[in-house]
């Protein structure tokens, strides 16, 4: 890959504990590597500190979004949206994100999950940013809250998209990029065998580090700088050069993200 080239992570949980002991050394990897646009997910209001302090020690490299992650919409959901509200309304967010619907680990909450994802939407919209979504096991109902919501002002990325070309071609109707990483690696991860039948504008580049590693780290904690694997993958599927993946990839972030 030439030096010149930028590579964007749109999806990392930098501030994760998981990199406590060595997340300066963690971003230079993936900075050498050329991953030099890190897009921060919220989850709940206890990770707000955490990211500010990263986007202070990374100004030119780190870009913060803000929002309720649906397996942290509890109880005490209302709380956790008011602070999202609050912050969203204080100061420059780039998404509002992560949110959506997942059933997997419980669905207790789908009626909480499906208010939050809705409100999130509506503030998304008011301050004219994208949206990241998060949808796990819950095709269905996402689709179902984007139909109510659709217009001209949604816009932004599926995140970790896995689903199938048909869930795909309807995430991309209501102006959604999809977010690929380390499941096009993963043999059963499937995705690979439709999608170079997606448009690569379609198409941004994450890691959800430390989740989801690449092949040949599935197992182990993921990092930004596994990037270099994926693009590999997706210069094998689209029949295109690396450099090609990530001069795109990073041109369609820039689109959603304005920056």
Known sequence: MEPTITITDTHTHLYSEEFDQDRDEMIQRAIDAGVTRFFIPAIDAAATQSMYDLEKNYPDNVFLMMGLHPTYVKDNYEDELKHVETELSKRKFYAVGEIGIDLYWDKTHLKEQQIAFKRQIQLAKQYKLPIVIHCREAFDEIF?????????????????????????????SYNMKLGIGGVVTFKNGKIDQFLNQIDLKHIVLETDSPYLAPIPYRGKRNESSYL????????????????????????????????
């Open 144 to 172: 179902e809250v984007l139909e109510e919501e659709k217009s001209e002002d949604l816009f932004g990325i599926f995140h970790c998209f896995s689903g199938t070309l048909e869930q795909a071609l309807q995430a991309i």
């Open 228 to 259: 270099i694997n994926v693009i590999a993958k997706l210069s094998d599927v689209y029949g295109v050069s690396a450099e090609e993946i990530a001069v795109i990839t990073t041109q369609n972030s820039k689109d959603v993200f304005g920056i």
